[in-house]
């Protein structure tokens, strides 16, 4: 490069004005980062701190400003081991069983039937499916509370209402349209050519897709078992709708009931409650968020 | 059913020919899907179309009276109200969270290093998969009357000043920060998604030609995540206008129907009242409302440009 022959003094000023420049401009790069990170903890704020009072007081008697405790005890806790201190509330262990059967017969049968529905629309063409992508697009969105009052009277006429095996199958046939719409998205990852060379080596269909297809698409399978596990063990309105019995609660109603029924409202024992509750969420939570967020980014790409 | 054989490879080997003639496995695969949805999806929305021209009650007898479900909503004279507070709910949720706080907290995010952007990310995740009986059980103690409210608590702790009805004086302020959190919650995973996707080299180019900070989200990054901004709109609106659950939980539609959206009024005279005949037409007005809704925001942002075969990667 040809050096530049300026007058000395001239270079000085514009190095000395080059250099308050770039002060100035990374001063202002530092001040725009640390008001990008107040407005971020400013924001998020009330959740965590929410979430800090649920926990805090759930172990403690007493609380300063919310989330000091003053006194710790496990008093709160002793729905646990004292299941009949409650009149009128079924044994919070059974309560936890029928949760658990609501939310694996969810996740069962929901996982199943996309992951096959899923292939077949990913790699098949067949009149409608076009309407069907669309359909199930449309659903997604669809008002399915609405549905309620036509549920009610079809679980009524089958015989399933009140009964947790119903609330399964109508949660079931909900969930259905958004998971094989995300399954779907999965099975289009993988490429053809693997397939093809299982079909030629002589299998049928149902081993490629079991032995072959299903290894893949492991991450969307894992990570929609989480969400469709949440959504039955979380459920509330189909419960709230459908079951009449207190022998059949689920951990959504038990945790209603209390706000409904204590006269004088314990939240020691309804954070406990709420906690107990969220054990899964947590888990699932610590455990499953690379598998969730991947799965928010994947399903809306390339729609 | 009839299906052509295969997008790629031409050629079918002898297997896919010999299992073309037994049964296809378009039926095996699909049945389940098929049967689950025809019964618990298309059945129920037939039924509550019909269920809406009797007036069906808890002796779960058809009695056709034709219109008279409909006629008698418009001479409701909770209409007004409940229409309203709908409206009210839905845009005020919609507009300043899944439009206004999402798209700050997407942008936010972004900013920081990737590391600290999950961090929030997933904190902001958090209320979404609360299950709704906790999260709104939450926000009754929050705003409990009673100085073991947290707010109560935290304000007597540190003025001294006496506990106040929250929930009574604002209601609709409560259920819109209650629904708008959460729908701010997926807006923002969507939205910051997103902007992840575009390409570095755009800002740098925009910088290098001296623009600021906000010129750039003006100018370059608002008008790339439109698309997903768009979507999310138009499932959020037709999720408040449906979503009723916590709305139910935490004012119950009250005080005086200050809260009473379309869909709690559904589930109260549906399933609470049990008047099954009135509860499916008022169901059956929010289904045609709702799909209203998607259709002109689909004329309005026009969504149809964007709609491609669907392709997700793993990642």
Request: proline share 4%; hydrophobic share 50%.
């Amino acid at each position: 490069m040809k050096k530049m022959h300026l007058p000395k003094f001239k270079n000085d000023i514009k190095d000395r004005f080059k250099g308050e420049k770039e002060k100035f401009v990374k001063v202002k790069a530092r001040l725009s980062r640390a008001l990008i990170y107040v407005l971020l903890i400013l924001l998020t704020l009330p959740i965590i701190w929410f979430y800090l009072c649920l926990g805090v007081q759930s172990f403690s008697g007493k609380t300063l400003y919310g989330f000091i405790p003053v006194s710790l005890t496990l008093k709160n806790w002793r729905f646990l081991w004292q299941p009949q201190t409650y009149e009128g509330f079924p044994n919070i262990w059974m309560v936890t069983l029928n949760t658990l059967f609501l939310a694996i017969g969810v996740m069962a049968l929901t996982i199943t039937i996309s992951t096959m529905c899923a292939y077949i629309i990913s790699r098949y063409n067949f009149r409608g499916k076009e309407f069907i992508l669309k359909g199930s697009l449309i659903i997604r969105g669809f008002p399915s509370i609405t549905l309620l009052v036509g549920v009610f009277y079809l679980l009524w006429k089958l015989k399933l209402i009140n009964t947790l095996s119903g609330v399964i199958l109508v949660k079931v046939g909900f969930e259905l349209p958004f998971q094989i719409w995300i399954m779907k998205g999965f099975f289009d990852g993988v490429p053809w050519d693997i397939e093809m060379a299982a079909l030629m080596d002589g299998a049928t269909r149902f081993q490629t897709w079991y032995k072959v297809l299903l290894p893949l698409v492991k991450p969307g399978i894992l990570a929609l078992s989480l969400l469709a596990f949440l959504s039955g063990w979380s459920e509330f309105i189909y419960t709230f709708s459908f079951i009449f019995q207190d022998i059949k609660w689920t951990l959504s109603l038990y945790a209603v009931g209390l706000i409904g029924q204590s006269r004088f409202v314990d939240y020691g024992l309804l954070t406990a409650v709420s906690v107990f509750f969220m054990i899964p969420v947590i888990v699932i939570f610590s455990v499953g968020q690379k598998y969730l967020l991947q799965l928010t980014i994947a399903g809306t790409k390339g729609k | 059913m009839k299906y052509e054989e295969i997008e790629e490879g031409k050629e079918l080997s002898k297997n896919q020919k010999r299992e073309k003639l037994h049964i296809s496995p378009l039926i095996v695969f699909m049945g389940p899907a098929v049967c689950i949805l025809l019964l618990f999806f298309f059945i129920p929305a037939v039924l509550t179309g019909l269920l809406s021209f009797t007036s069906m009650d808890e002796n779960f007898k058809w009695d056709f009276i034709g219109v008279k479900n409909y006629l008698s909503i418009f001479s409701d004279p909770l209409l007004r109200k409940v229409i309203l507070n709908t409206l009210i709910y839905t845009f005020s949720t919609v507009i300043f969270f899944t439009v206004g706080l999402a798209t700050l907290l997407a942008l936010l995010t972004t900013n920081v290093s990737r590391r600290t952007g999950n961090i929030f990310r997933i904190i902001w995740l958090l209320p979404r998969l609360t299950p709704p009986a906790v999260y709104s059980m939450m926000l009754l103690w929050t705003f409990d009357t009673t100085k073991y409210g947290v707010v109560n608590s935290l304000l007597k702790d540190l003025f001294g000043s006496l506990p106040r009805d929250f929930i009574g004086l604002h209601p609709m302020v409560v259920i819109i920060f209650a629904g708008g959190f959460i729908s701010a919650s997926l807006g923002m995973l969507v939205l910051s998604a997103a902007i992840e996707t575009i390409p570095k080299d755009y800002i740098v180019a925009a910088k290098l030609d001296g623009a600021s900070g906000l010129q750039i989200v003006r100018r370059i990054i608002l008008p790339l995540i439109k698309w997903p901004l768009s979507v999310v709109v138009t499932f959020e609106t037709v999720a408040q206008l449906t979503n009723f659950q916590r709305i139910m939980l935490i004012t119950g539609g009250g005080p005086f129907y200050a809260t009473e959206v379309w869909s709690l009024y559904t589930f109260h005279q549906a399933i609470e009242n049990f008047e099954m005949g009135y509860g499916g037409a008022l169901g059956l007005i929010l289904v045609v409302t709702s799909i209203g809704v998607v259709l002109i925001y689909w004329r309005l942002f026009a969504l149809e440009k964007y709609i491609q075969p669907a392709k997700v990667e793993i990642r």
